[in-house]
Structures are given as structure tokens and as C-alpha cells.
């Protein structure tokens, strides 16, 4: 069976619902892009978070102390059912008060569902006060 490829239009509207995910800090709603056995690769030397409870659970986590989430993207490229996006998120710590700048990669791979079935990204962080 012929699996239809990704396009730039799917990929922009599923980044645009990550973003609207990570700034609402919505666990359900960033579950809810992946397929139930999909793996989340947020550090590569890390085991990945599995599954959609497992991403659940990580942003539930991950998402707790953020405020202000500013999340933007860039579409790199997209082959196959792999789409490669620049993505950067500006946010404040409600515990510390610092503000916190990411600059990342994300590779993704979709299902024919319109759902990641994998995600891995690489990204680096700075602080401010």
C-alpha cells in the first residue's frame, strides 16, 4: 500500500498545535499529537518517554513551573514522513523567576493519521534574571 508523504502544510499545522499545546501547558492536548505507541525523545542518550501516557506524564512535569510560553517555529524540511523543524520557546520559571530562552531541532515522524509517531530533538537552553 502507498503511504501518502508528509507535507509542509500538515507538518505547519501540527507545529501549530504543539505550540498551542506547550503555551496553554495542555498535557492532554500535546498527547493527543502523538499515536498511542509513539516515542518522545526529548534528550538523545535518554530513554525516550513512550506512548501517549508517558508524554502525558512528561509534560504534566515539564510544563508544571513554565509561565508566559512563547514557543515559535521554522519548517527545515520535509521527505517522506519526516518533517525537520528549527523551534525556539521563551518562557519564565514561576518558582524562580528567571526567564529561560531554548533554541532546538525537532525531527518528526508521522503516521499516515497525521499523528508523530516519533519525535527527537535537540535543543540548548540559556537563563536570564
Not at 538523545?44 to 515539564?62: C, E, M, Q
Not at 512563547?70 to 519548517?75: L, R
Amino acid at each position: 500500500m502507498l503511504v501518502p508523504t508528509l507535507t509542509s502544510s500538515a507538518l505547519e499545522s501540527w507545529l501549530k498545535n504543539y505550540e498551542q499545546a506547550w503555551e496553554l501547558r495542555d498535557a492532554d492536548r500535546a498527547a493527543a499529537l502523538f499515536t498511542e505507541n509513539a516515542r518522545y525523545h526529548e534528550m538523545p542518550f535518554d530513554p525516550p518517554k513512550l506512548g501517549r501516557k508517558g508524554i502525558h506524564d512528561y509534560w504534566t512535569t515539564v510544563t508544571a513551573d513554565q509561565r508566559d510560553v512563547d514557543f515559535k517555529f521554522g519548517i527545515v524540511a520535509v521527505n517522506g514522513q519526516t518533517g525537520i523543524a528549527r523551534w525556539s520557546a521563551n518562557l519564565k520559571s514561576a518558582s524562580s523567576g528567571v526567564r529561560v530562552e531554548l533554541d532546538g531541532v525537532f525531527v518528526l515522524t508521522f503516521e499516515v493519521s497525521g499523528l508523530c509517531s516519533e519525535l527527537r530533538e535537540w535543543w540548548h537552553v540559556r537563563t536570564s534574571t
